[in-house]
């Protein structure tokens, strides 16, 4: 799929003359060639290819957006000359989405094109999607770590540090999707900054493997804390829902009450009902 992605899109936006496409991409897809190899493919020059590729016509109803957690001003530079804009790999908060995408719409497609027919009203009310569930979950990272684990072993930071280099890319990208401790984050990310930006100035092997060790394991350390608390808070709802149906079935003066109110306007029921019948026989109940 991610070798193909640009014919796709091309021949989408052919089939689809008439139509404003809105395209976002990764920037780092991660795939591997006929050989078995690990490689990363850069989205933006996806996107760059894709729109030498289009006509006129097509292209400019176009508008295609890189997300990257590469936050560098040097890094958002290169993406904005590739492709129309730039989003975070952080989740966006439902009511920020419009605000986001306004401006980058507008800027893209003159707001006569469309006359009253778009608009981005902040009432909406379609289904929304929580931040959680656009979270990469903590069992995808821990398994991220023990491919990067891998990577480590097979002496890949002697040998090919690009492929680790990408790897830890994607790895920034999944960890800035979590919502955990602030602190805790910070630090996570400071660490994988450290290693992207210092492997060339100081390329001990060593070095970089004690690096990944003590990032590996602070990594690990938030996420199980992470599943501990999101257990906790599973029991903790599971026990509110549990103790309220308790008590319901520990009520039996409350059950008989009730009973009672139900016999005693059951009978008053009946008795109009004979009441009724009785007028409409002309007997005296």
């Not at 989408?12 to 897809?29: A, G, I, P, Q, R």
């Amino acid at each position: 799929e991610i070798m193909g992605f640009e014919d796709v899109i091309v021949n989408f936006m052919t089939h689809h003359s008439d139509d404003y496409v809105f395209l976002l991409v990764d920037e780092n897809l991660d795939t591997i060639d006929e050989y078995s190899n690990h490689m990363t493919i850069s989205g933006s020059l996806c996107v760059e290819n894709i729109r030498k590729r289009l006509p006129y016509e097509l292209e400019r109803r176009l508008l295609a957006v890189v997300r990257s957690a590469n936050d560098s001003t040097t890094d958002v530079a290169i993406y904005n000359t590739r492709a129309h804009g730039v989003l975070p790999k952080a989740p966006i908060r439902r009511e920020k989405v419009n605000e986001i995408l306004a401006p980058l719409w507008f800027g893209r497609f003159p707001l006569s094109e469309f006359s009253d027919s778009v608009g981005f009203d902040e009432t909406d009310e379609s289904v929304s999607v929580a931040s959680e569930e656009l979270a990469c979950a903590p069992n995808d990272i821990a398994q991220t770590l023990v491919e990067i684990d891998s990577l480590f072993e097979k002496d890949f930071h002697c040998t090919n540090w690009g492929v680790i280099h990408d790897r830890l890319h994607m790895l920034k990208g999944d960890i800035l999707t979590l919502t955990s401790d602030g602190a805790s984050m910070i630090s996570i990310l400071g660490m994988i900054n450290l290693m992207l930006l210092g492997h060339s100035q100081d390329p001990g092997a060593t070095t970089e493997e004690e690096k990944w060790h003590s990032l590996r394991d602070r990594i690990y350390d938030t996420i199980q804390a992470m599943q501990r608390k999101s257990q906790v808070s599973e029991k903790s709802a599971q026990k509110s829902i549990a103790s309220r149906f308790s008590l319901r079935r520990s009520s039996p003066n409350t059950l008989k009450q009730l009973s009672s109110s139900f016999v005693s306007v059951a009978s008053s029921i009946q008795l109009s009902s004979s009441a009724a019948s009785s007028e409409a026989d002309g007997s005296i109940p």
